[in-house]
T-cell receptor, first 115, second 112 residues
């Protein structure tokens, strides 16, 4: 069973606040991802990492930033939250060891609401 | 740009009925994955298909990868309320980067 955790699960915060969404996995996966998803819709990749000290932006432009100092930890930070950032944020990880094609394991997500 | 289109986007059926969800693209993918997502949770991988023409069965779910590796389908036999959720197909992007391109999803509601 996959072990990937996200905190907080729900966050309601005012405009202009700085926030960090946490994501940790205990499977030793080298690749990690952040997705943004509106309810019932597709996932959009906003950041990914191939390993420690390796981060790149995804296909969907995002004002958030990420860091990967440790293999198991991939936090996402918004310096100044805005209502347009309201969404569900999903973290995932994968490794060539998980299957023939890097199948991704997802955390439960953080539902962010910016008022 | 590689795109995946799923159809239908929403499906509401009675328990016991059969259904098929389609995932189509004009691009070739080296593999396609199917995920199921329940409200408030992250997607969970159901299956990966990697060979053109491949058919995989998972209990009442049958997955098929098109011969040209541009499309896939998910067929559910005798749907149950527990099958309710958002079904997402995802294609392996360029190279073995691990990055996935997701379809927009099919919301399935199975009524008892």
């Amino acid at each position: 069973e996959a072990d990937i955790y996200q905190t907080p699960r729900y966050l309601v915060i005012g405009t202009g606040k700085k926030i960090t969404l946490e994501c940790s996995q205990t499977m030793g996966h080298d690749k990690m991802y952040w997705y943004q998803q509106d309810p019932g819709m597709e996932l959009h990749l906003i950041h990914y990492s191939y390993g420690v000290n390796s981060t790149e932006k995804g296909d969907l432009s995002s004002e958030s930033t990420v860091s990967r100092i440790r293999t198991e930890h991939f936090p996402l930070t918004l310096e100044s939250a805005r209502p347009s950032h309201t969404s569900q944020y999903l973290c995932a990880s994968s490794s060539p060891r998980t299957g023939p094609k890097d199948e991704q394991y997802f955390g439960p997500g953080t539902r962010l609401t910016v008022t | 740009t590689q795109l995946l289109e799923q159809s239908p986007q929403f499906l509401s059926i009675q328990e016991g009925e059969n259904l098929t969800v389609y995932c189509n693209s004009s691009s070739v993918f080296s593999s396609l994955q199917w995920y199921r997502q329940e409200p408030g949770e992250g997607p969970v991988l159901l299956v990966t298909v990697v060979t053109g023409g491949e058919v995989k069965k998972l209990k009442r779910l049958t997955f098929q990868f098109g011969d040209a590796r541009k499309d896939s389908s998910l067929h559910i036999t005798a749907a149950q309320p527990g099958d309710t959720g958002l079904y997402l197909c995802a294609g392996d992007g360029s190279g073995n980067t691990g990055k996935l391109i997701f379809g927009q999803g099919t919301t399935l509601q199975v009524k008892p």
